[in-house]
């Protein structure tokens, strides 16, 4: 927006310039033909600082105008974009996928959650920032004949999905409207060189939907999925939930996140995320888990350039008042040169 009120502000300014410098040469032109024919007066055309005048207090409203729109737009879309972000968790949520140690990379586990908790508390005293650990299940589930993407997370941490409360055996779905998921579980076998499932568990769970838009679903969509999987259900359960379908899945007993490395490879850690209650501590919680070689990747700000937007729109201004002082020194400047000649020349015909 900036970029085309810059373009279209200086395409104004030239054009004046261009204007008032035709006119001048005209008006130039114009005294001296006179002069030359011995005419008292020349053709009437309005004076050069009459026209400076005119352009000066359009030039001055002109840059008034556009500054105070331009100021209004992206004032009304920020404020509109600081109460999405309000609504919207996504756009306060840091993701963490891996961490660095000995130069090496390793995924994020629970303990890695525990640890980022306690350090930002001692950090931000008083702020509420919340850590949220997301597990997901690669393959091995379906229904309908689809594959489904399941996730758990902590039932304490049910609001960051938009729900009241989640409950065991319980399926709450984001995109798909059910009462009822039979969940077609391939029980798999980890053997050397990949996985082989030789049959499939039926496993029945209530369902819902009610996960919100403005949750960190969409967060998790863009970091953990890919196109294709976007287009399959995609549900949430509890961490109880979720073990025992991950208990079928490999065919044997998992009850924390801990067991999870007996399923590595089909059960797995999707990420940590951070969500902070304000727009501002985005910046400086991640400064913070990089410190702690955390790979942070934070939500994209349409207005991170918000100080360079507004610099732009003072430039127009500055540009325009540029430009009317220049008109004004020409103005000055022609006219005082032709009065001069005018008078040398009257005196000249007066002899």
Same mark, same amino acid.
Request: charged share 20%; proline share 2%; hydrophobic share 45%.
């Given at each position: 927006?900036?970029?085309?009120?810059?373009?279209?502000?200086?395409?104004?300014?030239?054009?004046?310039?261009?204007?008032?410098?035709?006119?001048?040469?005209? #008006?130039?032109?114009?005294? *001296?033909?006179?002069?030359?024919?011995?005419?008292?007066?020349?053709?009437?055309?309005?004076?050069?600082?009459?026209? /400076?005048?005119?352009? /000066?207090?359009?030039?001055?409203?002109?840059?008034?105008?556009?500054?105070?729109?331009?100021?209004?737009?992206?004032? @009304?879309?920020?404020?509109?974009?600081? @109460?999405?972000?309000?609504?919207?968790?996504?756009?306060?949520?840091?993701? &963490?996928?891996?961490?660095?140690?000995?130069?090496?990379?390793?995924?994020?586990?629970?303990?890695?959650?525990?640890? &980022?908790?306690?350090?930002? &508390?001692?950090?931000?005293?008083?702020? *509420?920032?919340?850590?949220?650990?997301?597990?997901?299940?690669? =393959?091995?589930?379906?229904?309908?004949?689809? $594959?489904?993407?399941?996730?758990?997370?902590?039932?304490?941490?049910?609001?960051?999905?938009?729900?009241?409360?989640?409950?065991?055996?319980?399926?709450?779905? #984001? *995109?798909?409207?059910?009462?009822?998921?039979?969940?077609?579980?391939?029980?798999?076998?980890?053997?050397?060189?990949?996985? /082989?499932?030789?049959?499939?568990?039926?496993?029945?769970?209530?369902?819902?939907?009610?996960?919100?838009?403005?949750?960190?679903?969409?967060?998790?969509?863009?970091?953990?999925?890919? $196109?294709?999987?976007?287009?399959?259900?995609?549900?949430?359960?509890?961490?109880?939930?979720?073990?025992?379908?991950?208990?079928?899945?490999?065919?044997?007993?998992?009850?924390?996140?801990?067991?999870?490395?007996?399923?590595?490879?089909?059960?797995?850690?999707?990420?940590?995320?951070?969500?902070?209650?304000?727009? =501002?501590?985005?910046?400086?919680?991640?400064?913070?888990?990089?410190?702690?070689?955390?790979?942070?990747?934070?939500?994209?700000?349409?207005?991170?350039?918000?100080?360079?937007?507004?610099?732009?729109?003072?430039? /127009?201004?500055?540009?325009?008042?540029?430009?009317?002082?220049?008109?004004?020194?020409? *103005?000055?400047?022609?006219?005082?040169?032709? &009065?001069?000649?005018?008078?040398?020349?009257?005196?000249?015909?007066?002899?």
């Amino acid at each position: 927006m900036f970029k085309w009120l810059f373009i279209i502000s200086v395409a104004v300014v030239l054009f004046l310039c261009l204007f008032v410098f035709v006119y001048f040469h005209i #008006y130039k032109k114009n005294i *001296n033909k006179a002069l030359g024919d011995g005419a008292k007066t020349p053709r009437k055309m309005l004076e050069p600082y009459k026209i /400076v005048y005119i352009f /000066v207090v359009f030039l001055v409203s002109f840059a008034i105008s556009v500054t105070g729109v331009a100021g209004l737009v992206y004032s @009304k879309e920020y404020f509109k974009y600081e @109460k999405d972000t309000v609504e919207n968790m996504a756009n306060r949520t840091l993701y &963490i996928d891996s961490c660095t140690e000995n130069g090496t990379h390793r995924k994020v586990t629970a303990d890695d959650a525990a640890q &980022i908790k306690q350090v930002l &508390i001692q950090k931000y005293p008083g702020k *509420n920032i919340s850590v949220i650990p997301v597990y997901g299940i690669n =393959s091995g589930v379906y229904t309908d004949g689809r $594959p489904v993407n399941v996730f758990a997370i902590s039932e304490e941490h049910s609001s960051f999905l938009g729900l009241d409360d989640m409950q065991k055996d319980v399926a709450y779905f #984001y *995109n798909k409207e059910i009462s009822t998921a039979v969940f077609d579980v391939c029980v798999t076998k980890i053997v050397d060189g990949g996985f /082989v499932s030789d049959k499939i568990e039926k496993l029945t769970f209530d369902a819902k939907n009610g996960v919100s838009e403005k949750s960190i679903v969409t967060t998790i969509q863009k970091e953990t999925m890919t $196109p294709s999987a976007l287009e399959d259900p995609t549900c949430f359960v509890t961490m109880e939930t979720f073990c025992r379908i991950a208990s079928v899945l490999i065919e044997s007993e998992i009850t924390t996140a801990d067991d999870f490395q007996k399923a590595e490879g089909i059960v797995e850690s999707r990420g940590i995320y951070v969500c902070v209650d304000s727009l =501002s501590h985005i910046s400086s919680v991640a400064s913070e888990l990089v410190k702690m070689n955390y790979n942070a990747y934070a939500p994209e700000d349409a207005f991170e350039d918000f100080e360079t937007a507004i610099s732009a729109a003072f430039i /127009v201004f500055i540009l325009l008042s540029m430009a009317l002082v220049c008109l004004s020194a020409v *103005n000055i400047f022609i006219t005082v040169r032709t &009065i001069k000649r005018a008078k040398e020349n009257e005196n000249r015909y007066n002899y």
